[in-house]
């Protein structure tokens, strides 16, 4: 163990009260690993709150399959001075919108996180490139502190072990990968209930606006890329949540003739949200860094405010190795 996870232990082994944020637009490795240390710190007699940043404060459908949502609260009502603040999943302080000021007055932070890009920031930095998951960290974590592991506890840490991964599929995935997969497992709960809610819960809606980015994608062959969008409009004209996308990239990515695939998707601020994926050729983690970005080497994305043509334009010219301003 390393003495950094040794010192997380003994600060949240003590802990009375403890604040607890992920990323902005959260995923469920985020949330889990946030809801997942939450109920364990909770079974031991601490109080926690869990956030992020999101304004309006829109908790995605699925997350309905985690226990432990109510310790959720808008980012207002979050500690403004935290005693104790954990951050989840996020690769730097920007990923925390507006929660990383309240991260900058937190006594003590404890930063655990699984990005080969993050700053390794807080008082009490986990970083560990290689775990598959912010919630494999947060296994090791409750396992450096001793004691059980409630089953709520197992079940949001399963849910965000099992996307991340990609269900198992992705490079990051060892042996002890699927040992945790299975340790988490013993416990009761319903994994195809998980699975279902995760995988299986499309509404129409979004079905066929998944159609319409799927006959916008273009290649890009120069570049290496494929690549499509999604604007405001088109989600409001088709009554679908932003959150309802966020499997589009994972579509998009199994076009063959490229290594690269992008998704764009208009913020309610207008800037673009690019997601970028690699089959195994490029490093997307570094082009995602460009544009101020980060992430991992075949799953990355950054934020543009150059809108459609001008974020096409500057990705195609990254990936072909020409110089850019971001
Ligand atoms: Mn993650």
């Not at 730097?92 to 003590?108: H, V």
Request: proline content about 5%.
């Amino acid at each position: 163990m390393s003495d950094q996870m040794a010192r997380a232990a003994q600060i949240l082994s003590g802990a009375k009260e403890v604040a607890l944020a992920c990323h902005v637009n959260p995923d469920t490795d985020a949330l889990g690993s946030m809801l997942g240390l939450s109920i364990v710190l909770r079974s031991r007699g601490a109080q926690t709150v869990c956030s992020f940043a999101n304004e309006p404060f829109d908790v995605p459908r699925w997350a309905a399959v985690l226990p432990g949502t109510d310790a959720l609260v808008p980012p207002s009502t979050f500690p403004k001075e935290p005693e104790i603040m954990v951050t989840c999943d996020a690769a730097s302080l920007d990923r925390l919108g507006a929660l990383g000021a309240n991260a900058g007055r937190a006594r003590e932070l404890i930063w655990i996180d699984h990005h080969v890009s993050n700053e390794g920031l807080g008082t009490t930095p986990l970083i560990d490139p290689s775990a598959s998951s912010t919630c494999e960290m947060v296994f090791r974590l409750v396992r450096a502190m001793g004691g059980d592991l409630p089953d709520d506890a197992a079940l949001c840490l399963y849910a965000g072990l099992v996307t991340d991964t990609g269900r198992f599929q992705y490079a990051s995935v060892r042996p002890e990968t699927l040992r945790l997969a299975a340790e988490l497992r013993e416990h009761r709960f319903d994994h195809t209930h998980v699975a279902q809610a995760l995988y299986e819960d499309n509404a129409t809606t979004y079905l066929k606006l998944l159609g319409v980015a799927l006959h916008r994608i273009t290649l890009a062959e120069g570049a290496d890329l494929a690549w499509t969008y999604l604007t405001q409009a088109d989600l409001a004209g088709a009554g679908v949540h932003p959150t309802e996308t966020d499997d589009l990239i994972d579509v998009v990515r199994t076009a063959r003739e490229t290594d690269v695939a992008a998704v764009m998707k208009q913020q309610r601020d207008g800037r673009f949200r690019v997601s970028l994926r690699s089959r195994g050729g490029h490093d997307v983690s570094k082009v995602a860094s460009i544009f101020g970005g980060g992430g991992h080497r075949l799953a990355s994305g950054y934020t543009s405010k150059h809108g459609l043509a001008g974020t096409v334009e500057r990705l195609e010219a990254a990936l072909r190795g020409e110089p850019v301003e971001p």
